[in-house]
């Protein structure tokens, strides 16, 4: 998670005051944080960032997926079953 700043963290009334160097920041610095109230409430990021975020991630079929966990060494052997005595 990147850093969050000083300098990118505004006051919701400064942020609507600068909206034109906010807007600014987000395009060239990267996310700008506005807070209501003190507390984180949302954050403006440029149009690219918002697609690279949004861009689905590439499919990839089950058999890659599985072979990529690297399970190669895990034992699945196991002892027959000889099943379980039960009174009846």
Known sequence: MPERRQENIWKLEDAKARFSEVVRRARNEGPQHVTVRGKDSVVVISSEELERLSRPAPKTSLIDFMEGLGLEDLNL????????????
């Open 77 to 88: 052997d196991r002892g027959a079953d000889r099943g379980r005595d039960v009174e009846l």
